[in-house]
């Protein structure tokens, strides 16, 4: 899993937990009531609160209840709200100093030569990061591994099945997993049937997508910590071959 993912993955486990709790208190809660206050056949039934049938019934005000019942999700809520802030610095944490400003601490300043990331999931942290650049063009993706070691970027191509019956040589990226990298993505066009529109590639598996804007240069941080491969996907339609603009990662040891 990938630098956010790692937080995400963490996120992710905790809403499923309190949902699963939430679910439980509300459908045990349900069925006791359904059940336990159910008539038995024949029985002939008080009616202290003298419902009619066609008649709105009164209204039985608990300002106790109704608080409870209010502040205690709400306190759950702005718990969850809290929680699912903690990614957001390790997404846009900037590039740059890191000697000189504490807030570029996270991944600390690029690489020089033969200098690993030694990337820390638990805290998000890392040495230094690698840069590389992804281009989107209509209908591909190219890698552009920049001045990296083959050991740690390295590029080619593969057959991709995209249906049952039919494979096609997409492009393969090669990344070193627990090192951390940032991405530098914009759009190009190869000519008048093929301009510059937006792409947003999207790490399945990693979990992180960004968009790749023509004119402009976005950047990502892409951290694989899991060994194996996986696709990269485009998620903003980009016309005609959009589904298969496809891309493989391998990560390796
Ligand atoms: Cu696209």
Redesign the pocket.
């Given at each position: 899993m990938g630098v956010s993912s790692v937080l995400f993955w963490d996120l992710w486990g905790q809403f499923v937990w309190w949902s699963v709790l939430v679910a439980v208190i509300v459908f045990v809660w349900l069925m006791h009531h359904s059940l336990f206050y159910r008539s038995k056949e024949g029985e002939e039934l008080p009616n202290p609160d003298e419902i009619e049938v066609g008649v709105f019934p009164k209204d039985y005000h608990n300002f106790t209840l109704e608080v409870t019942w209010t502040v205690i999700p709400l306190i759950l809520i702005l718990y969850l709200t809290y929680v699912a802030w903690a990614p957001l610095n390790a997404v846009w944490a900037p590039a740059g100093d890191a000697d000189v400003d504490d807030n570029l601490k996270i991944y600390g300043n690029e690489c020089t030569v033969g200098q690993s990331s030694f990337f820390d999931s638990e805290n998000t942290t890392a040495n230094c990061y690698h840069k590389f650049d992804i281009i989107?063009y209509q209908?591909y993706w190219e890698f552009d591994c920049l001045e990296l070691d083959p050991m740690l970027c390295a590029t080619g191509f593969t057959n991709i099945a995209i249906n049952e019956s039919t494979e096609q040589l997409k492009p393969v990226l090669t990344l070193k997993s627990d090192e951390v990298y940032l991405v530098s993505m914009t759009s190009k066009s190869l000519g008048p049937d093929s301009p510059a529109v937006t792409?947003a590639p999207w790490f399945i598996d990693i979990g992180t997508k960004e968009d790749v804007v023509p004119n402009v240069i976005t950047t990502l941080w892409l951290t694989p910590t899991t060994l194996g491969s996986t696709l990269i996907l485009?998620t903003?339609y980009?016309g005609q071959d959009?589904a298969y603009?496809i891309a493989q990662i391998d990560v390796i040891a």
């Open positions: 989107g209908w792409h485009c903003e980009c959009h603009m």
